[in-house]
Every structure is written in C-alpha cells, then in structure tokens.
C-alpha cells in the first residue's frame, strides 16, 4: 500500500539525523520528529486537505485589511471584522449564499448587553 510506504520512507529518513553544525536543517530535523504522529494526517482521514491553503486564505483577507488601512483602530473592531469575516468563509465553504445568510443574522433580535 503507498501509505505505508511513505510513513516507512519517514521513518527511515528520520533515523538518520543529520549533522548538528548545520542547524536550521537540524531544527527542521528535531520538529519533525517530535510532529511526525500528525504529519500524514490526510493519509488516514478521509476529508483532511495535504495542505493548509485553505487556512492561508481566511487569513489573508485580515492581511489585506491592515494592509489597506494599516491596522485596526481599536480591539473591538477587530473582533468584530473576525466575527463577520468567519460567518462570511463558513458560509462559502459551506456552499451558501452570503447574502442570505448576511440578511437572515441581520434580522435576529439583538441580545440586551448587561454589564
């Protein structure tokens, strides 16, 4: 079976550290080791991406927006464009219509804040 092959090639290349003097290769060495259990992930659970691109891109419109305006005002601002941002990237990965799902939270009855 491939997977098994490829756990085993893994294996077999962490069994043979490399050269302590080179040591961003040596770094990059040891994290494997100790994150080698969640490395193949997507190998055994079907549904799991081989990459983390849809991770890159929810973020990059956070980037955008300090870029754009260079930063958030205030925390609170921030959370908020994080809320929305959230509601508005579940609701396409979720294959939904945004501005439906937009309209329908901005007719819910807002919670009286008691502070």
Do not use: W
Not at 30 to 57: W, Y
Not at 85 to 100: A, F, G, Y
């Amino acid at each position: 079976m491939e997977r098994t092959r490829i756990v085993q090639r893994l294996k077999d290349l962490l069994e043979k550290p490399p050269d302590k003097e080179y040591k961003e290769l040596y770094k990059f060495y040891k994290r494997m080791c100790k994150e080698r259990q969640h490395l193949f992930t997507f190998l055994f659970i079907e549904g799991v991406p081989p990459d983390n691109n849809a991770s890159e891109r929810a973020i990059r419109n956070v980037k955008v927006k300090q870029k754009i305006s260079g930063q958030f005002k205030n925390q609170r601002t921030a959370q908020n464009f994080a809320k929305i941002r959230s509601v508005i990237d579940t609701t396409i990965k979720n294959d939904m219509n945004v501005l439906e799902a937009l309209t329908l939270i901005a007719k819910l009855q807002p919670r009286l804040q008691t502070d």
